[in-house]
C-alpha cells in the first residue's frame, strides 16, 4: 500500500490548523476534496486519523499523532529530494530575532511551512524584547529581525500597522480597581511601554502586578484575573476579552510590526525569508479585520 503524497500534505495541514477551511485555504483545494482527501487516507491506513464533531476538528486520534510523525518525514524527503533537482535550489543559514508575542500568532506553522518549502534552509530563532531586537540588529547580531515600534518610528521596514487593545480575562472588573494591576512582557517591550505611558498620560492608578516573557505565561495570568495587559488586537481570543477604552482606561495607540536586517540582508535566502514572513503577517492581520467586520 502506498500513502498518497498529496494526501499526507493536506491531513498534515490539518493536523496543524485544527481545520479544514483553514488547510482548504492553504493548498488550494476545495474543503470537499480535503475531506476526501482525509476520507482516503482513513481507508488506506483502516484507521481513524480524526476526531470530529458537526463537521469540526476537535482533535488527532492516537493513530492520527502516530501517522502524522510519519507523514513530516516523509513529506520532508520528498520535498527534500525535488529540491535537490532544482537549478533554483534555496540555500544558506538564517539568524532569526522575533518578538516575544509572535508565539501567539501561528509563527511556528509559518516557518515550518517555510522550511518545507525550503529544506536546504537552516535557521536559528531567538525570541526577545522589541527594544533588544531592534539594536542588536543594528549591530549586525541578526540576519534578520522583526520588532515592534511605534508609529512613525522608521526603525524597520513596516510588515503590519496594529491597534493595541486592553485585554482581561473573565475573572476580573477593571472598573472596580481604584489601580490597575498590569500583567507584561519585561522592560523593552514596546505593549509594556505604551500602556504605562497612556495610564501616567491619564493619571491613572496603575501597578505592576506579573511580568514574564513568555505568551503562555502571560496568557494565562491574566485569564485567571491577574490584572489587565495590553495585546494587538490580533492576539486577542477566547477566554480573552477586549475591555473598551473609557473611564477608567484609556485609548491605546496603534504600533507597526517592522524587521530590519543585518549585513545579509541583500542575499537571497535572508530576503526571501523576509518576505515569506511579512506576506504572513499582512495576510493575517487582513483576516482579523475581516472576522471583525
Same mark, same amino acid.
Given at each position: ?11 498534515? @495541514? ?27 487516507? /482513513? ?19 492516537? /493513530? ?118 498590569? @500583567? ?26 506579573? @511580568? ?82
Amino acid at each position: 500500500m502506498n500513502l498518497d503524497i498529496d494526501c499526507l500534505r493536506s491531513f498534515l @495541514v490539518v493536523a496543524d490548523s485544527m481545520s479544514f477551511s483553514r488547510a482548504a485555504e492553504t493548498v488550494g483545494r476545495s474543503q470537499s476534496t480535503i475531506s476526501q482527501q482525509i476520507a482516503k487516507l /482513513e481507508t488506506q491506513t483502516g484507521r481513524p486519523l480524526l476526531s470530529r464533531r458537526k463537521g469540526r476538528v476537535l482533535q488527532l486520534t492516537s /493513530e492520527g499523532e502516530r501517522l502524522m510523525q510519519y507523514a513530516r518525514r516523509i513529506l520532508q524527503l520528498n520535498d527534500e529530494a525535488y529540491a535537490s533537482m532544482s537549478d533554483d535550489l534555496l540555500t544558506g543559514f538564517v539568524r532569526l530575532g522575533v518578538p516575544l508575542d509572535f508565539f501567539g500568532r501561528d509563527f511556528t506553522v509559518w516557518l515550518a511551512r517555510f522550511k518545507a518549502r525550503h529544506p536546504m534552509v537552516g535557521l536559528e530563532v531567538e525570541a526577545n524584547q522589541s527594544e533588544n531586537l531592534q539594536k542588536r540588529s543594528a549591530r549586525g547580531d541578526f540576519d534578520l529581525a522583526f520588532f515592534k515600534q511605534e508609529s512613525g518610528a522608521t526603525l524597520g521596514t513596516v510588515a503590519q500597522r496594529e491597534q493595541l487593545v486592553w485585554v482581561g480575562g473573565p475573572k476580573l472588573a477593571a472598573e472596580d480597581l481604584d489601580s490597575t494591576p498590569l @500583567v507584561l512582557f519585561p522592560e523593552g517591550c514596546t505593549y509594556r511601554s505604551c500602556a504605562i505611558r497612556s495610564l501616567k498620560e491619564q493619571k491613572r492608578p496603575w501597578h505592576v502586578s506579573f @511580568v514574564s516573557p513568555s505568551f503562555e505565561c502571560l496568557k494565562t495570568a491574566t485569564v485567571e484575573g491577574m490584572g489587565v495587559t495590553v495585546l494587538a488586537r490580533a492576539l486577542v481570543a477566547p477566554p480573552l476579552k477586549i475591555i473598551r477604552h473609557g473611564k477608567h482606561l484609556p485609548q491605546l495607540p496603534a504600533v507597526e510590526l517592522a524587521y530590519s536586517s543585518g549585513r545579509r540582508g541583500n542575499s537571497r535566502v535572508v530576503s526571501e525569508l523576509a518576505n515569506y514572513l511579512a506576506d504572513r503577517l499582512a495576510m493575517a492581520g487582513s483576516q482579523q479585520v475581516a472576522a471583525i467586520a
